[in-house]
Nanobody, 119 residues
Framework: QVQLVESGGGLVQAGGSLRLSCAASGRTFSPIAMGWFRQAPGKEREVVATIIWGLGKTYYADAVKGRFTVSRDNAKNMVYLQMNTLKPEDTAVYRC????????????WGQGTQVTVSS
């Protein structure tokens, strides 16, 4: 089993920055990819950014491209999301997720951390 725990959320003014962290634990942790997702009230969950665990290749949603950066520390089993130039529309619950194998989608999820951006 894999456990994912997010931290780093909070309240920030528009234009500010936050850094989210996701700590992964489990007997063996070697995912195919890690992702950050978010869900705002009344909206569907959307992908924010993903990173291939081994290669480090990244993907960003258009809404965050140029403002957010996803990174990982393989040795520490950590994934990060640096969020800069935050906007009120970035307000959401952010969750990290792990894709354990090529045959699966994202099959392990954290509980989430709230990010609120005030205007």
């Amino acid at each position: 089993q894999v456990q994912l725990v997010e931290s780093g959320g909070g309240l920030v003014q528009a234009g500010g920055s936050l850094r989210l962290s996701c700590a992964a634990s489990g007997r063996t942790f070697s995912p195919i990819a890690m992702g950050w997702f978010r869900q705002a009230p009344g909206k569907e969950r959307e992908v924010v950014a993903t990173i291939i665990w081994g290669l480090g290749k990244t993907y960003y949603a258009d809404a965050v491209k140029g403002r957010f950066t996803v990174s990982r520390d393989n040795a520490k089993n950590m994934v990060y999301l640096q969020m800069n130039t935050l906007k009120p529309e970035d307000t959401a619950v952010y969750r990290c997720a792990a894709q354990s194998s090529l045959n699966n989608g994202y099959d392990y999820w954290g509980q989430g951390t709230q990010v609120t951006v005030s205007s």
